[in-house]
């Protein structure tokens, strides 16, 4: 049976032949202690790339948010973000749970924002004067940007923006799930993106392929306090270089490559384009999300994805969207595939639910 397209999300990937050999070849340690040697070199690897002093492996993305969150407030502080961010919609809420915020949400078309968007946001929030009103404490910026469509913030409007809360007396966290994509994208250093921030982390198991992983940055002093709450989250891990190898193996074989799944995005997006009752949300996507809608077939969004999974190419809904995500393991024949199976079904269910003509 041939395998169906994963096109759901970019975590879909599989470790390769090759990302298993250097798993089975890892030399490990006790995680917990700083003495897996695997962990130790992916920890100073990303260092460097991000440009920062230090930092921390995580078992993944979402507890690199909790913890950041933690170490930069104190309960009943503000945090600003985004309204579609994915520190806001899912996870689960955690920054109630952990860190006693409250939330102040900047609604965007694309997930990024400018100063005086920032500005509206802190003047809602500060309506009362000191004591009264609720103390802004972090702003969090997604890079890219996943709802809005894989959205890349540019370099300087997020320099503005970030120096700005700073001036506020706010610190800046990053959500860099796949700030790797934004680099390639942009033809940015990474390190560059993450100067106006006051930490970030980079997401293992998204484009770059990783079955486990992410690793958050930062000043030494907001490490030391990052590390203090992961162990209280019970993110400590044992002989964790046996993962953390797939890491580094996708340091050294998988960012560059991003390119290629940007060019996916591209085809799959000028493609869908051309096709009667698809909409492209974003026709010229900046790096590997495409998000569509077929309601204008007579199916509905969720419908659509039913029959395109039973049909082989698996997408999800998000947020009344389709979204397709392209990856290491999306080829060019994979895109073609799907655009034929794509406008299949989009030409049958249009027949099936335009209603007969009249004289
Ligand atoms: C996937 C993702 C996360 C969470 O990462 P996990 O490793 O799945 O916990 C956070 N932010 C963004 C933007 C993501 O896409």
């Known amino acids: ?14 470790p390769s032949a090759a990302m298993r050999e250097a798993i089975a070849a890892a030399v490990v ?11 130790n070199e992916l920890q100073e690897r990303v260092a460097e790339l991000l440009g920062t002093e230090r930092a921390l492996w995580f078992p993944g993305g979402t507890m690199c948010n909790f913890v950041a969150l933690k170490v930069h407030t104190d309960p009943a502080d503000a945090l600003l973000a985004d309204w579609m961010s994915h520190v806001v919609r899912a996870e689960s809420g955690g920054l109630a749970f952990s860190s006693g915020l409250i ?11 400018d100063i005086s968007q920032l500005r509206s946001a802190l003047e809602r ?50 959500d860099g799930a796949r700030l790797l994509n934004a680099s390639v994208a942009a033809g940015v250093s990474p390190a560059v993106f993450t100067r106006a921030v006051d930490s970030v982390w980079i997401d293992f198991t998204k484009g770059l392929g990783a079955p486990v992983g992410a ?4 000043s030494e002093r907001f490490i030391d306090e990052a590390r203090r709450y992961k ?42 384009t051309t096709m009667p009752g698809i909409a492209v949300r974003n026709p010229e996507p900046e790096t590997n999300m495409v998000y569509f809608d077929a309601s204008s077939t007579g199916a509905t969004n969720s419908a659509f994805v039913e029959v395109l999974g039973a049909r082989g190419v698996e997408v ?10 392209t990856h290491l393991d999306i080829s060019a024949e994979d895109i073609h595939r799907t655009l034929a199976v794509v406008a299949k079904s989009a030409a049958e269910i249009a027949e099936l639910t335009t209603p007969p003509e009249h004289d």
């Open 215 to 218: 690793v958050l940055a930062g």
């Open 125 to 174: 929030l500060g309506t009362v004067p000191p004591p009264y009103g609720p103390r802004p404490r972090l702003l969090c910026v997604e890079q890219t940007h996943n709802i809005a469509g894989g959205t890349v913030w540019p370099e300087e409007q997020l320099r503005d923006v970030a120096d700005f809360a700073h001036e506020r007396g706010m610190a800046v966290h990053m």
């Open 316 to 325: 999800s809904e998000v947020y009344g969207g389709i979204r397709a995500v």
């Open 231 to 272: 162990h209280v989250f019970g993110g400590a891990m044992r002989q964790a270089g046996i993962v953390a190898a797939a890491c580094l193996y996708a340091l050294d074989h998988n960012v560059e490559r991003l390119a290629e799944d940007h060019t996916h995005a591209q085809a799959l997006a000028a493609g869908l």
């Open 103 to 113: 939330l102040e949400t900047i609604p965007t078309e694309r997930g990024i924002f």
């Open 29 to 39: 340690g006790d995680e917990q202690k700083g003495k897996d040697p695997t962990v």
């Open 1 to 14: 049976m041939t395998q169906p397209i994963r096109l759901s999300s970019d975590t879909e990937t599989r």
